[in-house]
């Protein structure tokens, strides 16, 4: 536990106006993980997501100074992520790379490879896991975006419209829209989890 | 709000889902679904794409980003992460790659001539240079090893002016520590080779999985061919045994019948 009471994120943003960067750092650590995992989520590559999370901090700490409070840090930082989010995007539509497959490290892969299971075979399963993430990537921008924010943020419809600069029906229409897109897709490939009869309720 | 829920109001039932809804509304809904089989099926669908969301982690990356502000003004600050490359202007790393590759090559005492025998690489210490033409530069490469300091020194000075003139408050830092200048020097480029070793050698890794897959693929190809090769000879050795047979039968029903009269 720490020795004292925790600041909250306003009291950091403060600190570290008055020109104490070690308040930063501690937001950093605070807000590393969400901030890498939604980007990754968005852009769905480990290395870039991390570029995008350490320009996010970087673009954090020296805009800082005009960051007024007018809406939750978390929310101002998401904000940034998602922006640069979008510029990797376009930058990818605009000059696609071939690279080895997201997640699966090559290095690791022929170390790991045995003489009874073949490469193919190691690929597949380590891409089981995220077949979710791949439908996800077959979702418009917004839609994807938009169930990111929700379902891994826990971001209120709100909240999501504001930072998406949207109605808050559009938000609840691009949430639905895009589940329901999942949810076919996901049954056509056999997911069994997203046939059961429980009641959500 | 309307006074009851229909089945076409999809806002309303994705607000039930994730519950931001108020208590008027969630007691309509609930009605609804008790007597909509399809909306309390479609809700359900939607419940375990929610589920399926969940197994959705991203990897364990390494990250512990750290803001160092410099003393400086201009308050240039960098973020201290094991990086790939840094802000380095992409010609300098071009010019380090081959710095690095240049003095691989001396270490590694590899030769590359091309002549009357075809070319010719050979690497290690092992064999001697032969005696031909085009293997003096190779000699005279392994008697210039020492040598290749002052030029990296030289190349170093240059990219350090360089990245000064593109972030004149990140080369400051190690300017007061002049003395100290080549250590630090010395620091980066090593740094800057076990990057690029580290890049060398997940590529290597990606050659040899694919090398190894190639392989693989050709195992089974192989095994699927010698498969049919068998097959074929089987068959082609069944149909034999069994012309054979035919002509067997045929002679002993021949030679057993009574000669015409």
Redesign the interface.
């Known amino acids: 536990m720490l020795p004292q009471v925790a600041m909250t994120d306003e009291e950091l943003v403060a600190r570290t106006v008055a020109g104490d960067s070690d308040s930063f750092n501690q937001l950093i650590k605070r807000w590393e993980r969400p901030i890498y995992a939604l980007a990754y989520r968005t852009i769905g590559r480990d290395e870039d997501a991390r570029d995008v999370c350490q320009e996010t901090f970087l673009r954090a700490f020296r805009a800082l100074p005009g960051f007024k409070g007018q809406a939750k840090f978390s929310s101002w930082l998401y904000r940034i992520t998602l922006n640069l989010c979008r510029d990797w995007i376009r930058r990818q539509r605009r000059t696609p790379i071939v690279s080895a497959p997201e997640g699966v490290d090559v290095v690791e892969l022929a170390s790991e490879q045995g003489p009874v299971e073949s490469i193919e075979d190691l690929v597949a399963r380590k891409q089981l896991s995220r077949t979710v993430g791949e439908a996800m990537r077959f979702l418009p921008e917004e839609q994807r975006t938009a169930i990111i924010l929700k379902e891994y943020h826990g971001l209120t419809f709100q909240e999501i419209a504001d930072l998406q600069g949207c109605p808050l029906s559009t938000v609840k229409t691009r949430l639905y829209q895009g589940l329901s897109v999942l949810r076919r897709r996901l049954e056509a490939e056999g997911r069994t989890g997203v046939r059961t009869t429980e009641k959500a309720s | 709000m309307t006074e009851t829920f229909t089945c076409d109001d999809?806002?309303q039932?994705?607000?039930?889902?994730?519950d931001?809804v108020d208590g008027i509304t969630r007691r309509r809904i609930?009605e609804h679904l008790r007597l909509c089989d399809a909306c309390?099926?479609e809700?359900?669908?939607?419940?375990?794409?929610?589920?399926?969301?969940?197994?959705?982690t991203?990897?364990e990356?390494a990250?512990?980003?750290?803001?160092?502000?410099a003393e400086e003004p201009a308050a240039v600050?960098t973020?201290a992460?094991p990086?790939?490359w840094p802000h380095i202007p992409a010609w300098a790393q071009a010019a380090a790659a081959v710095l690095v590759v240049a003095a691989g090559l001396s270490i590694a005492n590899l030769q590359i001539r091309y002549g009357a025998d075809g070319l010719v690489v050979t690497t290690g210490w092992m064999g001697t240079p032969s005696a031909d033409p085009g293997a003096s530069a190779t000699a005279a490469a392994k008697t210039e090893t020492p040598d290749w300091r002052p030029a990296l020194a030289a190349l170093e000075q240059s990219l350090r002016q360089e990245i000064h003139d593109v972030h004149p408050a990140a080369a400051s830092t190690p300017a007061p520590a002049s003395a100290r200048g080549g250590d630090v020097s010395l620091q980066r480029v090593t740094d800057l080779i076990e990057q690029s070793e580290r890049r060398q050698?997940?590529e290597l890794?990606?050659r040899?999985?694919q090398f190894?897959?190639d392989l693989?693929v050709q195992r089974r190809t192989d095994l699927v061919r010698i498969n049919q090769g068998f097959g074929q000879f089987e068959g082609r050795a069944g149909a034999e045994i069994a012309r054979q047979r035919q002509m067997i039968d045929y002679i002993m029903r021949v030679s057993a019948q009574p000669p015409p009269q």
């Not at chain 2, 809700?43 to 197994?55: H, I, K, M, P, S």
């Open positions: 999809k806002e039932l994705v607000a039930y889902l994730y931001e609930e309390s099926a809700l359900d669908g939607l419940g375990g794409v929610r589920r399926e969301l969940a197994t959705w991203p990897p990356a990250l512990g980003f750290r803001i160092t502000a600050e973020v992460r990086s790939r050698k997940q890794a990606l040899l999985v190894g897959r693989e």
